[in-house]
């Protein structure tokens, strides 16, 4: 039988069109990921779990703070690198395309 995990979360709404991270790090004192691509296009994604808490937190408050759509945020591809030193993860707000009709069966 599977067991439920049960989350409680507040997150600061912010404004459409900007995003404070403060409230993603409460509590958090490990956050390390990483993502990477390959010449295919494939792409991994490997991380902590305070990691993956940062992460899950980041994109609840992308999906429930009423951003606009092209809001968007640019990051290092791994968590604690400096600015500038590696390539950048944007993670933007953007409509489905036309003709999505939800997820496939």
Same mark, same amino acid.
């Given at each position: 039988?599977?067991?439920?995990?049960?989350?409680?979360?507040?997150?600061?709404?912010?404004?459409?069109?900007? +995003?404070?991270?403060e409230?993603?790090?409460? $509590?958090?004192?490990?956050?390390?990921?990483?993502?990477? =691509?390959? *010449?295919? &296009?494939?792409?991994?994604?490997?991380?902590?779990?305070?990691?993956?808490?940062?992460?899950?937190?980041?994109?609840?408050? +992308?999906?429930?703070?009423?951003?606009?759509? $092209?809001?968007?945020?640019?990051?290092?591809?791994?968590? =604690?690198? *400096?600015? &500038?030193?590696?390539?950048?993860?944007?993670?933007?707000?953007?409509?489905a395309?036309?003709?999505?009709?939800?997820?496939?069966?």
């Amino acid at each position: 039988m599977d067991e439920t995990i049960e989350v409680q979360l507040a997150l600061r709404r912010d404004t459409p069109n900007s +995003m404070r991270f403060e409230d993603t790090y409460d $509590g958090l004192d490990h956050i390390w990921y990483r993502f990477s =691509a390959d *010449e295919k &296009g494939n792409i991994e994604l490997w991380a902590n779990e305070d990691g993956y808490e940062h992460l899950a937190r980041y994109f609840f408050k +992308m999906a429930r703070s009423g951003k606009n759509p $092209g809001y968007h945020a640019h990051h290092s591809i791994e968590f =604690a690198g *400096e600015p &500038g030193e590696q390539p950048e993860l944007t993670i933007g707000l953007a409509k489905a395309p036309d003709g999505f009709f939800g997820p496939r069966q």
